[in-house]
């Protein structure tokens, strides 16, 4: 079936994130709620709303309005009606009622609850109807998670069920994973488990809440908010809730129960308005001393606040065999934490869904864990597991694999789906190169490089790894959750602090030569960002022959927010794609103002609609709507592109003096104006001095090579100065960077 036509009902955070998406689909949507106004008003909030739930905000048009009393016709047009109304069954009950009235013949209905069971919503329904009811959970925010679970029962149609999950997987990009009806499906009743099983130890164990977080966040592959930040980003209150719901539909020997008890503390900071950052704080707070914010932590035994401390657990990758038998507490806590998350993950298994594996893509679909409970185990090693863990009894799963002991029990990946994805692909692979910064996955016709450092920050040996993989085809992929934020600047910053400006300056020559060398490599090279591509990581990108870009990306060349300027070839081919204009072959100053503006304010697009337009992608660059399809299209690419041949060498024709006295004119003004204050002027001027083609006249031929070295030198002199490294300083240590 076809799925030409959609209404939502609810406009509340959940309905405007489904029919913002359907949106950026191009599906016409329509957005029901008791009242036009109130449509009207979530209408508006997607328009403004940030992070953009939008590609671009002209796809609104997409969205029409109205009201369940005046508008409820549109219900018989509509291919798939979601409701998305609050979490009462008997406002969803007679929602339904209306529905089912009024749909077409045919037509899907879901409903977008988290917690509540098919068997319950559809109670009142007739068996003919129920056939085509099931539960399309969406997670929040909707644009950006990608899992969708579709809870089916035994009633459906399994045809309709498998072409609405075909329609979410190729037209919305979901990673949509079929599920059993049990409380929580797959996400929530793992992820919630793991956030509780994270707290209840830490509380146990004595540790602070700032230790918990280090160590239940990147070391275990975890998002970095860890288990006491993400309680407050959520809302205590909301996870109390939850708690409530889990513990009423559960039975009473589910191992759900023990972790769900209610927690004293946890008790008195709801009581007290403390209820996570929308209230006045939660296990963090931020508090005003002389006039200064300062973030807090709660001592969990005491319930008093004091100075949140950074720790540093010394452990930036994800090494889940040596973080749990380190000879310390938070060894001894990672593994209590991660042995209770396999084990109840395996007791589950077939009731809540017949594939483990797709409980690790929830994992990391809906949670953004780098592995999921059982490529845990995998990493772990099964007999390395067991001789640690023994009780086990009773668990069907784990009592097999003792037995078994087989170390390769866990297959093929990513079965949810038929796309053939960059996870499935890896276990495939002829051979491993690479280094702690970069892994180069060998295949026959064609390499991978995936980066593997925090962030995905290049250094040398991210440099190496590219080189090294250009003796065939390559693919730039990886499955993390940026591309690349950019340049490692802690790996400067550690040079400039030895005032060793000498070993930078190589660095950022290697790291040009690299570039280059991806450019004009004798084989095609493709990049397929998605998430952050900032920086260096838009350097890379850019001088890359082919991209294929998922629609979730953050890019642009941001260098001028800490005082630097772009120096990886970011000047020199935003130069080139603006110099191929008809406005720039006519105005010899129109090309470098424009990159002037767009760099100078650090502009960054947050889909591949709004980086055209500024030229950081092409419109012959492919971009895709699933993510998991970006590896079959770099194929693609490279299959299509057999007889490649390099490009030519671009050549430059610049203004020099002429164009950047007109530079210097709006950096006078914004100067004056107090829009930029002393060092974002010196910055300013750097750039504009690259920009410009330095001293240089229109009728002067410039290189590739002369444009690098104009930004080598200008970033030297930029690095250089105590200003630019007390800034790189306050952003590596905030994550912020200084205003002006």
């Known amino acids: 079936m076809e799925i030409k036509k959609v209404v939502v009902i609810g406009s509340g955070t959940m309905g405007s994130g489904i029919a913002a998406h359907l949106c950026n689909a191009n599906v016409p949507v329509t957005l029901l709620d008791l009242t036009t106004e109130i449509s009207e008003q979530a209408r508006e909030r997607i328009r403004k709303s940030r992070p953009p739930l939008l590609f671009d905000k002209s796809k609104i048009v997409n969205i029409d309005v109205g009201n369940i009393n005046d508008n409820f016709n549109v219900v018989s047009e509509a291919d798939w009606v979601v409701e998305a109304v609050v979490e009462r069954i008997d406002i969803k009950h007679n929602i339904y009622e209306k529905i089912f009235k009024e749909r077409k013949a045919g037509s899907i209905i879901s409903s977008n609850t988290s917690s509540i069971p098919i068997s319950v919503l559809s109670e009142k329904l007739s068996a003919e109807d129920k056939k085509d009811f099931c539960i399309t959970h969406f997670f929040n925010p909707v644009r950006y998670m990608d899992l969708l679970e579709i809870v089916k029962s ?156 950074k720790i540093n657990i010394k452990s930036d990758k994800v090494d889940l065999k040596t973080l749990i038998n380190r000879d310390d507490k938070y060894g001894e806590y990672a593994w209590s934490v991660i042995s209770k998350i396999i084990n109840y993950s395996s007791s589950l298994v077939p009731g809540i869904t017949d594939e483990f594996n797709d409980i690790d893509e929830a994992m990391r679909l809906g949670f953004n864990w780098s592995k999921g409970p059982f490529e845990m185990l995998e990493e772990i090693g099964v007999s390395n597991f067991f001789s640690k863990f023994k009780n086990y009894k009773g668990n069907k799963f784990l009592e097999n694999l003792a037995e078994t002991k087989n170390e390769n029990f866990h297959g093929i990946r990513q079965k949810y789906t038929d796309i053939e994805t960059l996870g499935k692909v890896k276990k495939t692979v002829s051979n491993i190169d690479g280094n702690s910064s970069a892994s180069i996955y060998r295949f026959n016709d064609y390499n991978i490089v995936e980066f593997t450092t925090k962030a995905n920050a290049l250094d040398y040996d991210s440099m190496d790894a590219l080189k090294k993989a250009t003796d065939k085809p390559l693919i730039i992929i990886n499955e993390s959750m940026q591309f690349s934020a950019g340049v490692n600047l802690s790996y400067t910053m550690e040079f400039a602090k030895k005032g060793d400006f000498k070993s930078i300056e190589k660095f950022v020559g290697y790291f040009q030569e690299t570039c280059k060398h991806l450019k004009y490599s004798d084989h095609p090279v493709v990049s397929a960002p998605s998430g952050l591509t900032l920086g260096g990581g838009f350097e890379v990108m850019v001088q890359s022959n082919f991209v294929a870009s ?29 110099l191929d ?24 697009a947050s889909s591949p609609v709004e980086a055209e337009p500024m030229k950081y992608l092409r419109p012959e660059d492919k971009k895709i709507m699933n993510r998991n399809s970006l590896l079959e299209v770099s194929k693609k690419i490279l299959n299509n592109n057999k007889d490649f041949k390099a490009p030519f060498e671009t050549e430059f024709k ?79 240590s905030t994550g912020k960077p200084l205003v002006n």
């Open 154 to 309: 035994e009633n459906n149609d399994l045809n309709k069920i498998n072409s609405l999950k075909k329609f979410c997987e190729i037209s919305l990009g979901k990673g949509a994973i079929v599920c059993n009806d049990t409380p929580g499906f797959l996400g929530n009743r793992i992820g919630v488990f793991a956030m509780q099983v994270a707290m209840t130890e830490a509380f146990k164990m004595k540790l602070s809440i700032e230790e918990a977080d280090a160590v239940f966040g990147r070391p275990m592959g975890i998002p970095k908010t860890g288990v006491f930040g993400l309680y407050d980003l959520i809302g205590i209150d909301l996870m109390a809730d939850v708690l409530k719901s889990f513990i009423k539909e559960l039975p009473e020997s589910d191992e759900f129960q023990e972790v769900a008890k209610e927690i004293p503390l946890v008790k008195k900071l709801i009581e007290t308005g403390y209820t996570g950052r929308k209230g006045k704080g939660g296990f963090y707070r931020m508090n005003k001393v002389d006039n200064k914010k300062i973030l807090e932590a709660i001592n969990l035994e005491s319930g008093e606040y004091y100075p949140a401390q």
């Open 581 to 604: 204009t008809e406005e720039a072959k006519n105005d010899p100053n129109y090309a470098p103002l424009k990159v002037f503006d767009i760099i100078g304010y650090g502009r960054t």
């Open 550 to 578: 998922h629609t979730n990306i953050v890019v642009g060349l941001v260098e001028t927010i800490v005082g630097l300027i772009p120096a990886g070839g970011g000047c020199k081919e935003m130069l080139a794609r603006w």
């Open 654 to 732: 610049l203004p020099g003096k002429v164009v950047k006295e007109e530079m210097n004119k709006i950096l006078e003004k914004l100067y004056n104006d107090k829009v930029i204050l002393d060092h974002g002027l010196l910055v300013a001027q750097e750039l504009a001095h690259v920009l410009s083609g330095g001293d240089t006249t229109i009728d002067k031929t410039l290189s590739e090579d002369d444009l690098y070295k104009l930004e080598l030198d200008s970033f030297m002199r930029l690095i250089e100065t105590k200003q630019t490294q007390d800034r790189i300083k306050h952003t590596l």
